[in-house]
């Protein structure tokens, strides 16, 4: 079973290389595994739009799923909290970069409001 957070940002994806750079300016480095159930090239960007991707933070694994209700972002229910962090951190990121709130346990929250709940 997973946890995830919602990015509720129902337009056209983000360029995967624009919350790329974001993360990477933080220290953080995002790479590509799969697009849609196809193995994919650490640095490569979807070709259009997408339906999920598997992407990779240093050794963790994270989905993302787009639907009608925004960007899901799931990780392992059994993640610890390194993982967490990292996880955690994508979603600020993907919210940062669309503009879009993130619906969360705590409720609808803006970008900000969650990257003040992240750890330091």
């Known amino acids: 079973m997973g946890i995830e ?6 337009a ?11 993360l990477a300016d933080h ?5 590509t595994r799969m697009i849609d159930g196809e193995l994919a090239f650490p640095d490569e960007e979807p070709k259009g739009p997408w339906s999920e991707l598997r992407v990779a933070i240093q050794k963790n694994m ?7 209700h925004g ?4 990780t392992w229910g059994n993640a610890d909290d ?3 962090e ?24 803006s970008a900000e409001e969650f990257r ?3 750890h330091p």
């Open 27 to 31: 220290g953080i480095a995002l790479q």
């Open 86 to 109: 990292v996880w955690r951190r994508l979603v600020w990121a993907l919210a940062e970069v669309t503009g879009a709130p993130i619906a969360s346990p705590m409720g609808q929250q």
């Open 82 to 84: 390194a993982m967490q």
């Open 12 to 22: 056209a994806p983000p360029s995967l290389s624009t919350v790329r750079q974001l």
């Open 71 to 74: 960007i899901h972002v799931l």
């Open 116 to 118: 003040r709940s992240l």
């Open 5 to 10: 957070y919602v990015v509720l940002h129902e």
């Open 62 to 68: 994270i989905t993302l799923r787009r639907d009608a």
